[in-house]
């Protein structure tokens, strides 16, 4: 019986190499340029093994780096936002459907402001409606003076030292996407207030406005990145006295906002209550500052009376504290010794001052104004309004005003009134040692 191999079940021929070992030597001398295919890279086992050439995957990820990107269509409905506002945090339910409308109301009159220097980009910051004339087609924005300023005080901002440029370009970004000329009107450094003129073809949404705003009331600050798009911060007013670095006239914005946020797109942003009114404008969101409204409604009065030229304020010479604003532990001991719980503590009198020579000095309580009681520096700049002056020329501001003031001297422990003599300026008062 013949017999003959048999094939295994289990395994697969053994297929013949089509090209011999002398048939590839030829191929090569033929084709000295080609280089070898290179080896199968080991795969782990238990896995099917492929190919990568190097060679190829080295041309690919430059050629992907050298081909322009193709511009992807931003799709708001799709696309996540940044910076986000919060307001789907635990910490913001109870505000979530009262502020998103609050917010959504003022944001309509809320726009975004540049200002460059020789074509120089100076600031970027916002800004809101305050005035509209349908004839003409223009409009009054209000925003800080921070953005035409090119210089801040080098020590602390009673020591002056700020520069303006008055003659900046100012571009005023609308919510449609597109800019309009603006024209400096004017700016008050004290005050940290600039006016803006812009015609638009459009009318535009004016604000509503709630002159009172309390202590730890619940409020919105609001701003417009460079994108226009809509910032929103959470927190509370608050009343405190301020630092060398911020004039007397500003309450305070108190959050826990991200310390790495920009928030120079603030500046000049409304403050608004849960109702969607603006009690207030941010003027220095680092140091979370505002301007209540009482101040600024007094501010574009005078603007306004005195032919939109300039805002007049008295110049006194000395800083306040107010008493109700210590520690408690502070008051009593002020009440013990004086009899005393309400008024402004005299930190500073400056050197040759009207204030120095009437004898007013450090520790000092002025009790009151034109025989009004006065308890915080908010009631003190608003009392000002009323007894601020402007001259007939309304080129010169250097008048003076007398008021009379109640002070008690710490020292002496006395108490004495009588006229206090004032300088009138437009200018940010500064109080020297």
């Given at each position: 019986m013949s017999?003959?191999?048999?094939?295994?079940?289990?395994?697969?021929?053994?297929?013949?190499?089509?090209?011999?070992?002398?048939?590839?030597?030829?191929?090569?001398?033929?084709?000295?340029?080609?280089?070898?295919?290179?080896?199968?890279?080991?795969?782990?086992?238990?896995?099917?093994?492929?190919?990568?050439?190097?060679?190829?995957?080295?041309?690919?990820?430059?050629?992907?780096?050298?081909?322009?990107?193709?511009?992807?269509?931003?799709?708001?409905?799709?696309?996540?936002?940044?910076?986000?506002?919060?307001?789907?945090?635990?910490?913001?339910?109870?505000?979530?459907?009262?502020?998103?409308?609050?917010?959504?109301?003022?944001?309509?009159?809320?726009?975004?402001?540049?200002s460059s220097v020789g074509g120089t980009p100076l600031k970027r910051c916002s800004g809101f409606w305050i005035d509209w004339n349908e004839e003409s087609k223009t409009g009054i924005v209000l925003t800080t003076a921070h953005l035409v300023r090119t210089k801040n005080s080098p020590v602390n901002i009673w020591l002056g030292g700020e520069e303006y440029a008055s003659h900046a370009n100012v571009t005023v970004h609308l919510l449609d996407g597109t800019n309009a000329?603006?024209?400096?009107?004017?700016?008050?450094?004290?005050?940290?207030?600039?006016?803006?003129?812009v015609r638009v073809d459009q009318p535009v949404k004016l604000p509503s406005f709630h002159e009172e705003v309390k202590h730890a009331q619940e409020v919105f600050r609001l701003g417009r990145d460079n994108k226009l798009d809509l910032r929103i911060t959470y927190g509370r007013a608050e009343y405190q006295n301020s630092t060398m670095y911020q004039r007397y006239h500003n309450m305070y914005f108190d959050c826990a906002g991200d310390a790495k946020d920009d928030k120079e797109y603030d500046n000049g942003g409304p403050v608004i209550d849960l109702d969607g009114k603006v009690v207030g404008m941010s003027n220095n969101s680092k140091r979370g500052t505002f301007i209540p409204l009482s101040i600024l409604l007094k501010c574009v009065d005078l603007w306004k009376k005195y032919e939109y030229k300039y805002i007049p304020r008295p110049h006194i010479g000395m800083s306040f504290k107010a008493i109700k604003l210590f520690e408690p532990a502070h008051l009593d001991k002020i009440w013990r010794m004086y009899n005393i719980d309400d008024g402004l503590v005299v930190p500073k009198a400056s050197k040759g001052s009207h204030a120095e020579k009437f004898g007013i000095q450090r520790g000092d309580i002025i009790e009151c104004i034109n025989g009004k009681c006065i308890s915080t520096t908010i009631e003190l700049e608003i009392c000002w309004r009323a007894y601020a002056r402007a001259p007939d020329n309304l080129n010169d501001l250097n008048v003076e005003i007398h008021v009379s003031v109640g002070v008690f001297h710490t020292l002496k422990k006395h108490r004495t009134t009588g006229e206090l003599a004032a300088n009138v300026s437009d200018l940010g008062e500064v109080i020297m040692d």
């Open positions: 017999s003959s191999p048999q094939k295994s079940k289990n395994k697969r021929p053994v297929e013949a190499n089509p090209t011999s070992g002398e048939e590839q030597v030829q191929a090569n001398k033929r084709n000295p340029g080609r280089e070898e295919a290179p080896a199968p890279l080991p795969m782990p086992a238990g896995r099917p093994a492929f190919f990568i050439d190097p060679k190829c995957l080295r041309t690919k990820i430059e050629r992907d780096r050298l081909a322009p990107k193709l511009a992807t269509p931003e799709i708001p409905t799709l696309k996540g936002f940044k910076p986000p506002t919060y307001f789907h945090t635990r910490e913001l339910l109870h505000v979530r459907e009262a502020g998103t409308t609050a917010a959504l109301t003022a944001a309509k009159s809320l726009l975004g402001i540049s000329e603006g024209q400096l009107l004017y700016y008050q450094p004290h005050y940290d207030l600039a006016f803006v003129k």
